[in-house]
């Protein structure tokens, strides 16, 4: 596990008070880091520290708008002040307008595009210079399924998840001279408050997902304690039929 073990180090997750970020969070506590929790809800927000800090590590709640470039640079800026460095961001907070195209107008395509793609932009910008002090760090954006294929109901979103994907290749390729590992992560159907809210919304997509799925289930976000009545590894259960590129960006560069 020495290969693993973050303590000393501080991670800042946006979106970390619930879903994928709470147990992206939750799992680099548990490896040993801080975690700086940042979003708009005081109370979830520090509801999610407490949760955190059980794992024996510092946490606070960090208040900031991602959709703001202001919103960006002052959540670096308080989690330095925080803990004192920073090492690890994660870029997860993310939202969705589930509409036909035709139907968007154009506050709520730029809403998405803002607080899922611009505000992931704004926030390496802003961590860049801190990451650079600590000789470097992890950056790790959260893509979706939906930067490779398109749903007709979720058109801005998949828009801002193709970016996502294409960002996060490109910082790569500009930032590995300073020993920044820029990735992302692009979940499936995974059960969370924003695609409980999809199922009430888009009729017989439960059905659907779980018909398409191999695995015939959602996904979990910290990985299911048991399937099918047997105990089972939670991290990784959810990863399967895909290939991953280990080649310190040779192939980001197309």
């Known amino acids: 596990m020495k290969l693993f073990d973050l303590k000393g180090r501080v991670a800042l997750v946006t979106g970390g008070n619930g879903g994928i970020g709470l147990g992206m969070a939750a799992g680099l506590a548990q490896a040993g880091a801080a975690i700086a929790v940042v979003g708009r809800s005081k109370t979830k927000g520090e509801a999610a520290a407490r949760q955190l800090a059980s794992h024996g590590v510092e946490c606070a709640f960090i208040a900031a ?4 470039e ?12 925080r803990f004192g460095r920073l090492d690890i961001v994660v ?10 195209p035709e139907a968007y107008d154009a506050a709520e395509w730029h809403h998405v595009i803002d607080t899922n793609l611009s505000s992931a ?4 910008q802003a961590a860049y210079p801190e990451l650079c002090k600590t000789g470097g760090g992890k950056i790790i954006n959260i893509g979706s399924m ?13 828009a801002s998840k193709g970016g996502i994907m294409q960002l ?7 930032w590995a001279k300073d020993n920044i590992q ?14 409980r809210n999809a199922r009430t919304q888009v009729e017989g997509l439960h059905d659907r997902v779980v018909a398409r799925t191999p695995a015939g289930r959602w996904g979990c976000p ?5 399937h099918r009545g047997v105990p089972r590894q939670r991290g990784l259960d959810f990863v399967t039929g895909t290939a991953i590129p280990i080649d310190g960006g040779y192939s980001a560069q197309g």
Do not use: E
Request: include cysteine; aromatic fraction near 8%.
């Open 222 to 226: 910290r990985g299911p304690r048991r």
């Open 146 to 158: 939906t930067s490779i294929f398109g749903l007709a109901f979720a058109t801005a979103y998949a």
């Open 121 to 124: 932009f704004h926030a390496c």
């Open 182 to 195: 820029v990735n992302a992560v692009l979940p499936g159907w995974i059960d969370t408050d924003l695609t």
């Open 168 to 174: 996060s290749k490109s910082l790569a390729t500009a």
């Open 65 to 68: 708008d991602v959709a703001r």
């Open 91 to 100: 870029n997860n907070a993310g939202t969705n307008i589930r509409k036909r």
């Open 70 to 81: 202001a919103g960006c640079r002052a959540m670096v800026h308080d989690t330095v002040a």
